[in-house]
């Protein structure tokens, strides 16, 4: 009897949890979550497990539910967890974690390590960036240099306080200037502070456009398995519009690909990773276990090109890929902790998939006002209409109600041939899903549409003409500018 | 008629004020006579109004000093001090707002009657009371039931809410767009979202309702859509560089110098195209012909739209100064002189007399990518009364004796609707056929 402990609450890991739950090994799930998260409560109780209820990313606390439960393996679904050694406390104590060490999480945790060791390895899909331990020497560089740039926290705080401003435009560049260096404070002030785990403040990278993708892999550290490429939609509301959540949505498919992405672009997303698994490994001297995912974006510099990376699977796009996956869940952990992952067929259902968010209002930006509402769902008629669904920031209450947390509430996700099909059947389950206390839910009804992937089409046709050109001119990893009174400079980078 | 643009930004940090006036400079072309821009921030409405185009209107104090992430602006072929406010229009009860609308209202006549209040100023009392009352889409909606008119409207209130919604006929543009995670963009034209550095991403469809809140942007089509887009816009008002209602205005315009090229041919050396409107319907002539395109004027000042301008001198000054002619181009030849429109007759009068008696051209055959216009317009567009308009009187004969002309053609309504693409249902034809949209003689007989 195999006995798996899931860290984590939120859709992702519920996806995690019923992957395991469909392992032909039959596992015993168990969790450990701070919230009652319905959906893994149930598996749980299903599969003849059980959950502790705490601050699962604490490593005593994880590491005492894992012995509680005797366990075989950990799986741990976010990425603070891993951040505060989770992965270190239950390797010290002789149980295997699926999910890198701290020293190996630090490629997502600091931003500013991950670009700084794709630089020193070479890694192809870098870009130029600076860090800074202050927010005093981050004005000052604005004030003098920044022009289109993305302004980041330099250690990764849950998805919040990036800034990306093109600023294309001389006379709009004074009031952008001063976003850029209030947005600085910003970041030192709120988004930083309860961080102190490492030394840099903020970063201040290159700004690129083109469109956004994820390479999720999994990895035993020497061999890297690829996953079916999923892009996230960002902005809150419809047509790319309003303020960045975690990810309001997702597509995949058909297959490997996406429509905008081609098996070329592909194939050197997974170089990238792979060399930066390599790079960790060089630079730490500790082989990383668990999942990586590239944050990719399609860029006239370089074709693909990292934006972040994620030391875990993303969320919502796990749940784009998870139900799809034919291996079996316990067997590719069990590889992935014994380094066996050369022997793992990994394959997934030649399908397209659509994850849709549902939130309340008042997500992302006021979470205050989207918490406490109770939720219900229909979901026999979910199930009836072939679709799936993952719970998110839901606390299952004693009394059997369920509360939204504040966050996405859940996602659902449909599959089928073609995008804009597996878009219509997960569209027709949204009104499953309701507060019962009049507070609104909103969803993004464009992902997945015709319209918003021709968009995406078009975007990655205007991108790919130029990087393919730059390449033409082998100007691929440097610039060639004429300053005048300085002469020709050429920069590699 | 006017222009109007509102920019909201998911961030306080912001200060939205300068992108508005970038933004109304867009729009300068919808209304050169006067300009407003109200903010919002920290629960205070700021607005300031000055006559003149925009860089004329507002000082660099101006802008400095109207703080706010939020903010709407206007620009209005209305002088400041004519019968109507320029807008916005402020309330400050029950719910203090601001509003700016291109467009006009045409059942409030009665309730104006014996007041003091102007029409603009009756519709943002009006919606204030609702707000007061419902949910903002709700009272989007009991305003919306209300009014008969058309109206693309944008408000900002003391709550930190922009509204903004399209009559159901559509008949004045209004587009969307955003920036990145920072902010959204509701303009007439999709110039003004590219100018203030945004990405354009669709139509405000007629009925539509947008609400921005400093936690949501929720969109509701509140009426349904029966449009009637003003084929106007087409011909003359909107920028080439904008996307209306779909369409390309620079591609119907060059579709619209093509149907001139088949419906009435004519041999000729050159064609000239008058600044600036009518250059895209010579450029597609010539292209369709193979009679060469040549540059015919330079402008002198800074670019005027002479055919809204209020008075006939104005118009004068403005056609005289756009319009010095480059000899070589012209002298000699056989010319086909391409126009966007023709009103009065003036300006088109005064260029053929210009080529004629001063440089020598051997003919000049005038054609115009427009219908002949009769009538004025009920929505606000600045046409003369109709005992001014030459083609509501004169044949096309009488017409090119009066300019001057060896031959004069007008684009036949057929042809633009053609060159629209789309039914003739669709479209307010009302200034070529004098047949309005039913709302017309509905608020007619609301009184």
Redesign the interface.
């Given at each position: 009897m195999v006995k798996v402990l899931v860290v984590g609450e939120a859709s992702r890991e519920h996806a995690i949890a019923d992957a395991f739950a469909r392992s032909v090994s039959e596992p015993r799930v168990y969790a450990a979550m701070k919230n009652r998260n319905p959906g893994i409560t149930r598996i749980c109780e299903q599969t003849g497990g059980s959950y502790a209820l705490g601050d699962f990313t604490d490593p005593s606390f994880v590491a005492e539910a894992a012995q509680r439960f005797s366990v075989d393996f950990v799986f741990v679904g976010p990425e603070e967890p891993l951040f505060k050694g989770v992965s270190d406390k239950l390797n010290e104590l002789g149980i295997p974690c699926v999910g890198p060490i701290e020293a190996a999480a630090e490629v997502e945790r600091s931003k500013a390590f991950m670009r700084r060791i794709m630089w020193k390895y070479g890694v192809e899909g870098r870009l130029r960036f600076k860090s800074f331990k202050n927010v005093e020497d981050a004005v000052a560089y604005i004030n003098e240099y920044a022009e289109s740039v993305a302004l980041k926290p330099a250690r990764q705080a849950g998805g919040k306080g990036v800034k990306v401003i093109a600023d294309l435009q001389v006379y709009l560049s004074r009031e952008k200037r001063e976003v850029k260096s209030k947005h600085a404070k910003t970041i030192s002030e709120k988004y930083m502070a309860g961080y102190n785990d490492i030394d840099d403040r903020i970063l201040i990278e290159e700004r690129v456009e083109g469109p956004e993708y994820t390479l999720q892999a999994f990895t035993d550290g020497v061999t890297v398995k690829p996953m079916p490429l999923v892009q996230d939609n960002k902005n809150a509301f419809e047509m790319d519009i309003g303020p960045e959540t975690g990810g309001m949505g997702s597509i995949s498919g058909p297959g490997l690909l996406l429509p905008f992405i081609t098996k070329e672009e592909y194939d050197e997303s997974v170089r990238i990773i792979t060399k930066v698994v390599q790079a960790i490994e060089k630079e730490t001297g500790v082989k990383y276990r668990g999942v990586i995912s590239g944050q990719m974006m399609l860029t006239a510099l370089w074709g693909p090109t990292v934006i972040e990376f994620y030391s875990r699977l993303g969320d919502p796009e796990a749940c784009n890929v998870l139900p799809f996956m034919k291996a079996d869940m316990v067997e590719v952990s069990e590889a992935i902790l014994r380094g066996s992952l050369h022997k793992v067929k990994l394959e997934f259902e030649d399908v397209a998939t659509v994850v849709k968010a549902i939130s309340p209002r008042g997500y992302p930006d006021h979470r205050e006002l989207a918490k406490g509402h109770p939720v219900v769902v229909d979901e026999e008629s979910i199930r009836k209409a072939g679709c799936k669904l993952y719970y998110g920031s839901v606390d299952l209450k004693e009394d059997g109600v369920m509360v939204t947390g504040g966050s996405r509430v859940v996602e659902i996700v449909g599959a089928a041939p073609t995008i804009p099909e597996a878009e219509e059947k997960v569209e027709a389950c949204i009104k499953y899903v309701r507060l019962t206390d009049g507070w609104g839910l909103f969803h993004r009804s464009d992902i997945g549409t015709p319209t918003l992937l021709n968009r995406r089409i078009e975007q990655s046709q205007l991108v790919r003409e130029v990087y393919k050109y730059r390449v033409s001119r082998g100007l691929i990893g440097k610039t060639l500018e004429w300053i005048p009174g300085r002469g020709r400079i050429e920069t590699t980078f | 008629m006017g222009g109007v643009i509102g920019l909201y930004a998911?961030?306080e940090?912001?200060?939205m004020s300068?992108?508005t006036y970038?933004g109304l400079l867009a729009l300068q072309h919808r209304g050169q006579e006067s300009a407003g821009i109200s903010t919002y921030g920290k629960n205070l409405i700021s607005t300031r109004k000055a006559a003149g185009t925009v860089d004329k209107a507002f000082s660099e104090a101006d802008i400095s000093s109207l703080e706010g992430w939020a903010s709407i602006g206007y620009v209005s072929a209305e002088p400041l001090n004519g019968p109507e406010p320029v807008q916005p229009v402020t309330v400050n009860s029950p719910i203090r707002l601001t509003l700016c609308y291109d467009g006009r209202v045409l059942n409030l006549a009665g309730e104006l009657k014996g007041r003091r209040e102007d029409e603009a100023s009756l519709v943002a009392t009006m919606l204030s009371r609702e707000l007061s009352r419902c949910n903002p889409l709700e009272a989007v909606e009991e305003v919306m039931e209300r009014l008969i008119g058309v109206y693309s409207l944008i408000a900002l209130t003391e709550r930190g809410e922009m509204i903004a919604f399209r009559d159901p006929l559509g008949v004045k543009p209004m587009v969307?767009g955003?920036?990145?995670?920072?902010y959204?963009v509701i303009a007439s034209e999709s110039c003004a979202i590219d100018?203030?550095?945004a990405?354009f991403?669709?139509d405000v469809k007629p009925g539509e309702a947008y609400v921005f809140t400093?936690?949501?942007?929720d969109?509701r089509q509140i009426l349904p859509a029966r449009p009637r887009y003003c084929s106007y816009e087409y011909v003359y008002l909107a920028r080439p560089d904008s996307i209306v209602n779909e369409r390309s205005i620079y591609d119907v315009r060059r579709r619209i110098g093509r149907m001139l090229a088949e419906e009435c041919p004519v041999d000729a050396d050159v064609v000239i195209g008058v600044p600036e409107t009518a250059i895209p319907f010579a450029m597609a002539y010539s292209n369709a012909t193979g009679i060469p395109i040549e540059m015919g004027f330079m402008r002198t000042g800074p670019h005027v739209r002479s055919a809204i301008k209020p008075t006939q001198f104005e118009r004068l000054v403005g056609v005289q100064l756009k319009l010095n002619a480059i000899r070589s181009a012209i002298s000699g030849k056989r010319v086909i002189l391409i126009d966007d429109s023709v009103v009065r007759g003036n300006t088109t009068k005064n260029v053929v007399s210009t080529m004629r008696n001063r440089l020598g051209v051997k003919e000049v055959h005038v054609r115009i990518g427009s219908p002949r216009i009769i009538e004025q317009c009920p929505f606000g567009v600045e046409v003369p009364p109709k005992d001014e308009l030459i083609a509501a009187h004169l044949t096309d004969e009488e017409v090119a004796s009066v300019v001057g002309a060896d031959s004069f053609h007008w684009l036949s309504i057929d042809a633009l609707i053609k060159a629209l693409g789309c039914s003739k249902d669709q479209l307010c034809l009302g200034c070529f056929t004098g047949e309005y949209p039913e709302i017309v003689k509905e608020a007619l007989s609301h009184g």
């Open positions: - | 998911f961030d940090l912001w200060r300068r992108f970038y969307i955003s920036f990145g995670f920072d959204g100018v203030v550095g990405e991403k669709a400093p936690y949501s942007i969109r």
